[in-house]
């Protein structure tokens, strides 16, 4: 079993960053890909980022690439989501999660991820 707990969303203005973290239980967080996906309101969840079990490997989507920037902490089992240039239409709550399988492929779909944290709402204003 793995619980995830985020942190780090607020309100801030278009522009400016913000830094998301997500805290992890379990032992074997350091073998997990972790994903980064967001939900706005009417709108369906969707894949922000992703890094592989050894950080060596990340993945964004088109609309965050070269703004915002996952990395892993595998001794604090946190992952980190770094977002700069922040856009009104970035406005959503973040979620991150666990694909447990050990030493997997990282994927952008969210049915391969296992467990979820509660989410975190990130507000940006125009």
């Known amino acids: 079993q793995v619980q995830l707990v985020e942190s780090g969303g607020g309100l801030v203005q278009a522009g400016g960053s913000l830094r998301l973290s997500c805290a992890a239980s379990?032992?074997?967080?350091?073998?997990?890909?972790m994903g980064w996906f967001r939900q706005a309101p009417g709108k369906e969840r969707e894949f922000v980022s992703a890094?592989?079990?050894?950080?060596?490997?990340?993945y964004y989507a088109d609309s965050v690439k070269g703004r915002f920037t996952i990395s892993r902490d595998n001794a604090k089992n946190t992952v980190y989501l770094q977002m700069n240039s922040l856009k009104p239409e970035d406005t959503a709550v973040y979620y991150c999660?666990?694909?447990?399988?050990?030493?997997?492929?990282?994927?952008?779909?969210?049915?391969?991820?296992?467990?979820w944290g509660q989410g975190t709402q990130v507000t940006v204003s125009s």
């Open positions: 890094i592989s079990w050894s950080g060596r490997n990340t």
């Open positions: 379990g032992r074997t967080f350091s073998t997990y890909a």
């Open positions: 999660a666990v694909d447990a399988l050990m030493f997997g492929v990282v994927t952008k779909s969210s049915h391969n991820y296992d467990y």
